[in-house]
């Protein structure tokens, strides 16, 4: 129902006449930067998040099933991945704000006057969402790795391949589509974020998140609310682009790993 509300608000105006003009203003300038920075941002946070959390992932997996380190790791995975928002938000600025713990310590104590600035833009951004990104990764590519068959291995061994040779030959190709959709629902989730967005920068526009919650709630330029609809569809496009290419891939997937 909340989705079939956005489609037809999307086309209506405020007087609740049929109108393509919510749909035109999304070739704003203003709007095209943040269509463009959320692509940049969920990327970036998609790709490392990827990388850094298969690696964990994969020397998780290398630990006994029922050892005290992978619960440890799953357990605080699975807390992390969900702690966002604002108790993420004020985490990092009581920590790296302007007025935060690390920069007050260092100008006090050191007399080091620290510009911190960056972290209510682009770059303090990516690392705020890494901080739920890269556990998201453990939680979602763990059982893909735990799929790989130790028979495998062993018969390339056998064989006279090398470890590179493995990973290069066997254990990478069968878990490509698996880290692809990995990767794809880490976008998917950075590209929705908005809680923690708000918290960190609410004055703020350069996100089609903040753009959307400006467009409903500025008391500054009225009338925007079904243009709101329209930036929130373009986002259920893309979101429902990037699901079904991670439900493909994740039907490749299990072909070997299922």
Do not use: C
Request: without cysteine; proline residues 4%.
């Amino acid at each position: 129902m909340p989705t079939g509300v956005v489609v037809v608000q999307a086309f209506l105006s405020d007087a609740g006449l049929p109108t393509l003009d919510n749909l035109r203003a999304l070739g704003g300038g203003d709007i095209l930067r943040a269509l463009l920075n959320s692509v940049v941002l969920s990327a970036v946070t998609a790709l490392l998040g990827a990388v850094f959390g298969a690696v964990v992932a994969y020397a998780v997996s290398t630990a006994s099933p029922d050892g005290a380190l992978r619960r440890v790791v799953s357990a605080a995975s699975g807390v992390l991945a969900q702690f966002g928002g604002v108790m993420l938000a004020f985490a990092w600025i009581a920590t790296l704000g302007l007025s935060g713990l690390v920069p007050t310590f260092l100008r006090d104590h050191l007399g080091a006057d620290v510009d911190t600035s960056w972290l209510y833009g682009l770059r303090g951004f990516v690392l705020v969402y890494l901080y739920f990104q890269i556990p998201l990764m453990v939680i979602v590519f763990l059982p893909s790795i735990d799929g790989l068959r130790p028979q495998w291995r062993e018969a390339a061994e056998s064989l006279g391949g090398s470890t590179w040779q493995y990973w290069r030959h066997v254990a990478g190709p069968v878990l490509a589509p698996a880290f692809a959709s990995s990767a794809l629902l880490l976008f998917a989730n950075a590209l929705s974020a908005y809680a923690t967005a708000a918290a960190l920068n609410a004055q703020s526009t350069f996100i089609l998140p903040l753009q959307i919650g400006n467009a409903i709630g500025s008391e500054v330029v009225l009338g925007r609310q079904n243009v709101a609809k329209a930036l929130a569809l373009e986002m259920v496009v893309l979101v429902a682009v990037i699901m079904t290419a991670y439900a493909w891939l994740q039907r490749r997937a299990e072909r070997w790993l299922g």
